[in-house]
């Protein structure tokens, strides 16, 4: 595959970090990604129930297509330190990452993915409060924030009168898409809309709405993901053209369940 052709304003189907070292060093300006958070992993940081939530819809009970989201606590911050460095040496001088995760309490350890963006140049974290939810469990106030680490190069800078929006944004999850997990179109045109990107990555790109904002703001994209099923997911909401580089690709079923603090 040779760049900008075959990439640009594209969604390829495949594994994100074999596809990015497909990608020239800088050819990027911006990548905005939320990576499967592992939620079925029980030893490290994992949830034991399918109550509270971090979907109200409760759709991620029935888990990614291709993915299972249970690896062990440590191959899944080594394969997430691994897409951050691909996503690293991707953008330009100028260029940022935002990186939405979640914080989580364990046994009263405090899981705050230190152990993830550690060494990588992180600005600022940005509190995204979601609204609603379902929290069955009377020990625990309602879930009701993500995180989104900007991590950026030393030349990164907002567009012009975007620093006013704050470190608090409040968006209300996406209700109406088919996919487990999707940002809400409009968290995601906020943060391309506070910079002066031209193309944006996203290494897990899900229904493909990095790439929807994108065009929205008369930006170009490049989208990765790992199922097919997401992939034309994204091709129907685009109408455009999906690569198709997972071949025979078996679908695991994952059953996992909404978020509870422990
Ligand atoms: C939290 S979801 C992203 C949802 C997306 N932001 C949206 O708005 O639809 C994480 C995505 O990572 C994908 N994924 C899992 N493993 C992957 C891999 N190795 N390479 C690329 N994508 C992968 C899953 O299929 C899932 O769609």
Redesign the pocket.
Known sequence: MIFPNDFLNKIIC????EIMKQLPDGSVDLAV????YNLKNSTGNGMKDGRGGKWANAALQNG????EDTMPHDEYVAWQRANLTEMMRLISDDGAIFYNHKWRVQDGLLQDRQDIVNGFPVRQIIIWRRKGGINFNAGYFLPTYEVIYLIAKKKFKLASKANALGDVWEFTQ?MN?P?P???PVELIERIIGSTKAHVIL?????????AIAARNLGRSYIG????PD?CKMAEKRLGGEVLKRVKNQSKIQSHQMELIPQ
């Open positions: 495949g594994d994100g970090v990604t939320s990576p499967p990614y297509t291709h993915h996406e898409n996919h997990a999707p940002f996203d290494p897990f790109m899900g229904s493909g709405t990095t990765i993901d790992i199922s997401y």
